[in-house]
């Protein structure tokens, strides 16, 4: 069972009036229009990440984002340069903008969602959103000196 599932099932079992799984990221967008604290499982409120907790986040999702390879290409997709943008926002929300090689790619359904599960088990994140985006159009010049080593380009 995943952390997010876990905590899925925690908010389903805590007799919270209103509050439940499906509905959870509706209540932080109006907790945050309100200017309420977002709240975690627990009822405690969620606070922003500190400087060193920051990195640490950091460092484990590019770890995290290192696990999650293109079937097709033998290197991971962060060094590929299928990453664009990693948000972490006040409230934990991870948000992570990627591309892929190719819009027809075989995987373009399924791999925001490995992205998106890769990412949710690292502690500090509350929650993940993987948005897709084809602009700018990838390209190898987007590779790691790693990944072209890998695929020998050099």
């Known amino acids: 069972m995943?952390?997010?599932?876990?905590?899925?099932?925690?908010?389903?079992?805590?007799?919270?009036?209103?509050?439940?799984?499906?509905?959870?990221?509706?209540?932080?967008?109006?907790?945050?229009?309100?200017?309420?604290?977002?709240?975690?499982?627990?009822g405690a409120p969620v606070q922003p990440p500190t400087e060193e907790e920051l990195e640490r986040i950091t460092n484990d999702v590019i770890g995290q984002l290192k696990s999650v390879y293109d079937p097709e290409i033998p290197t991971d997709i962060y060094e590929l340069g299928l990453i664009y943008k990693v948000?972490?926002?006040?409230?934990?929300?991870?948000?992570?903008?990627?591309?892929?090689?190719?819009?027809?790619?075989?995987?373009?359904?399924?791999?925001p969602e490995w992205v998106r599960e890769a990412c949710e088990v690292v502690a500090g994140v509350r929650r993940v959103e993987v948005e897709m985006t084809f602009d700018p159009p990838w390209t190898p010049d987007r590779m790691s000196d790693e990944a072209r080593l890998e695929l020998n380009m050099l």
């Open 2 to 42: 995943t952390d997010r599932q876990r905590q899925a099932e925690a908010l389903a079992n805590a007799q919270i009036p209103g509050l439940t799984p499906d509905n959870v990221a509706g209540e932080v967008k109006e907790a945050q229009a309100a200017k309420r604290d977002v709240l975690d499982v627990s």
């Open 87 to 111: 948000e972490l926002e006040d409230d934990r929300l991870l948000k992570v903008t990627m591309t892929l090689t190719a819009p027809g790619c075989p995987v373009a359904g399924e791999m």
